[in-house]
């Protein structure tokens, strides 16, 4: 089911960039290519079954970004973006056993968001547009570090779940859907960027089969991004 979801909105991500490329045809055309830096903070948690009582982890991304708008139509702004960013992850566990134990996970991702970019707005070098980006997301772990306190008694954890201690990340391949709104500033020196992300793994960090502790593993999060852009092409 998650692989028909993944698979279903990929098509859709294409099927609107292709439309856009056809109604370019019967609308005004565009050739506009920017590029530039953007960075944020994710709010991470996992998602976990068994379940794993979690709290938000904040940690940074950083990256570059490529647009490459295609055409407007009546009054949507339709195009592609792509990104390579450096994305830390991970979870942090709400620990309530009375032991005093913290306990969080920092993973680290190369990810690239391929995205289908839609703008509502001033169609001007100046001006306010409000934006859409939505598709797929493919990442490749990079390395992890598990924090955990100097006292530690796993002991009487109340759901008794402790299989994620010291256990490797086993699929390094991650894939999901993101999907963000927000505004666009553009001015003479530039686009300035300020978005909301979501994003909902659709693989597992651990072995999911019969045999195997969890069932899902999944990196979820929200985040917020600033990025800057420059016109390479108009």
Request: aromatic fraction near 14%; glycine fraction near 8%.
């Amino acid at each position: 089911m998650k692989k028909l979801i993944y698979f279903l909105s990929c098509c859709f991500a294409l099927w609107l960039l292709n439309t856009s490329v056809c109604f370019a045809q019967l609308q005004e055309q565009r050739k506009n290519l920017a590029v530039g830096i953007n960075g944020g903070v994710n709010f991470n948690r996992m998602d976990f079954s068994p379940r794993i009582p979690l709290t938000s982890l904040n940690s940074p991304t950083i990256g570059f970004t490529a647009r490459y708008i295609v055409e407007k139509y009546f009054k949507m702004i339709c195009g592609i973006q792509m990104e390579l960013n450096y994305s830390q992850r991970g979870w942090k566990e709400k620990i309530e056993d009375g032991s005093g134990d913290t306990y969080h996970r920092d993973i680290s991702y190369i990810e690239v968001p391929v995205l289908a970019h839609l703008a509502f707005g001033k169609d001007k070098d100046k001006g306010l547009r409000f934006i859409v980006n939505l598709g797929p997301q493919f990442s490749y772990y990079l390395s992890d570090k598990e924090n955990k306190s100097a006292t530690w008694d796993t002991s009487h954890r109340p759901n008794g779940v402790i299989a994620q201690y010291d256990k490797p990340i086993e699929h390094k391949f991650d894939y999901g859907l993101v999907g963000g709104a927000g505004l666009e500033i553009r001015t003479a020196i530039g686009a300035f960027l300020l978005e909301g992300r979501y994003y909902y793994g659709l693989s597992d960090i651990f072995n999911n089969g019969k045999k195997d502790f969890f069932a899902r593993s999944a990196n979820t999060y929200m985040g917020v991004r600033l990025a800057y852009l420059i016109d390479i092409k108009k």
